[in-house]
């Protein structure tokens, strides 16, 4: 594999110092993108373009092609385990995933089992490797998945949801059917994750979507505990480097001090949660991800401007141990140069705090 040019995401991941702060941005290769939507047109359909690696590769690149990108993470979906695991998955325009088996009792749990890794998803990890070599070097490549409580509330849903009451009837009427079901899929993340790694991999992301719509007892039992389960199964070093792991919970800034404790290395934070407390909370023991709200791209380039400082400013000086990025994914309908403005501000009004 050829040498890393940039480091920068990977030495802020392991709270060393940078010359400036990395950034990178959740779902960076995406429809906001015109050259993303082309391939997308290409490939048919969504599963079409994550399951072809060349496919997947080429939109991985592109946001790279375009911004002074600090690291890039592998195209996929965080369904892919449940599709692996033959519930049919399937993207409706308008209305998101969908599945064509719903996991609905005990009996249905019974059938699933860990996927085979280079059979059933082996398309993730032809991918990552295809990236690793046409990346050549020039950022680090992100692995991920979606955590187990996220992957279960869309196979109990059947897809989306905006109550989840189905999966939290499981949950509070058959809890030791919901365990069942978060064990094996704890399981199958915990290997998925590693195949990643071993593929190329260097740093990986755990995608805890839906932990916010739970209680903090319900967290910490039902998501938190198979999360942390997940991060002390995981290989943490591969081509001779420490492979760091990002914890994100989204809405979930209120148990910030418990996501420290499971041993990763960076909790992502979304933008409800204020930088400055954030750090007073947790200290040096983990390095912070975020947070600038995704809607603020939709504003001026100066007003991107202005809020990448705010950010940066509440972090504060002694910037080790941040990584910028939105609180959440990059709504379709953006402006490419606001991402453009945001990246190289970052960048730019970063340096003195490293000084």
């Not at 040498?3 to 010359?19: F, G, I, S, T």
């Not at 195209?75 to 033959?86: E, H, N, Y």
């Not at 739970?214 to 938190?224: A, V």
């Not at 997940?230 to 492979?243: D, F, P, T, Y």
């Amino acid at each position: 594999m050829s040498e890393l040019k940039n480091d920068r995401y990977l030495r802020a991941l392991l709270r060393q110092p940078v010359d400036k702060t990395p950034v990178w941005v959740m779902r960076q290769a995406g429809r906001y993108l015109p050259e993303y939507r082309e391939v997308r047109a290409k490939a048919g359909d969504f599963m079409t373009l994550c399951s072809t690696p060349e496919m997947a590769c080429e939109v991985t690149l592109q946001p790279l092609r375009r911004f002074d990108l600090d690291a890039a993470i592998i195209f996929s979906d965080i369904l892919t385990i449940p599709d692996a695991m033959g519930l049919g998955l399937h993207f409706v325009a308008g209305e998101g995933p969908k599945f064509e088996k719903v996991i609905q009792s005990a009996a249905d749990i019974s059938k699933l089992a860990v996927p085979d890794m280079e059979d059933s998803l082996g398309y993730v990890m032809d991918a990552i490797r295809l990236t690793r070599r046409e990346i050549d070097g020039k950022v680090p490549l992100i692995g991920f998945s979606g955590s187990p409580w996220t992957l279960a509330c869309y196979m109990v849903e059947g897809g989306s949801s905006k109550d989840f009451a189905k999966v939290k009837g499981m949950l509070f009427d058959a809890p030791e059917q919901m365990h069942a079901l978060l064990d094996v899929l704890a399981k199958s993340v915990i290997a998925y994750l590693n195949a990643q790694i071993a593929a190329g991999a260097q740093s990986i992301m755990l995608f805890d979507t839906w932990g916010g719509a739970l209680s903090q007892s319900n967290y910490q039992q039902f998501s938190l505990a198979y999360m942390q389960q997940i991060v002390a199964g995981l290989n943490r070093e591969n081509e001779g480097r420490k492979v760091p792991v990002t914890l994100f919970t989204k809405g979930g800034g209120q148990w910030l001090e418990l996501m420290a404790e499971t041993g990763v290395d960076a909790v992502g934070l979304d933008w409800t949660t204020d930088m400055t407390l954030a750090r007073q909370r947790v200290g040096d023991k983990v390095t912070l991800q975020g947070n600038m709200d995704p809607c603020v791209l939709y504003a001026s380039p100066d007003r991107v401007e202005q809020e990448v400082a705010s950010v940066l400013a509440s972090f504060g000086q002694g910037n080790t141990g941040h990584v910028f990025n939105l609180g959440h994914g990059i709504h379709p309908t953006v402006d490419p140069e606001n991402m453009t403005r945001l990246v190289d501000s970052v960048h730019a009004l970063s340096e003195p705090y490293h000084q």
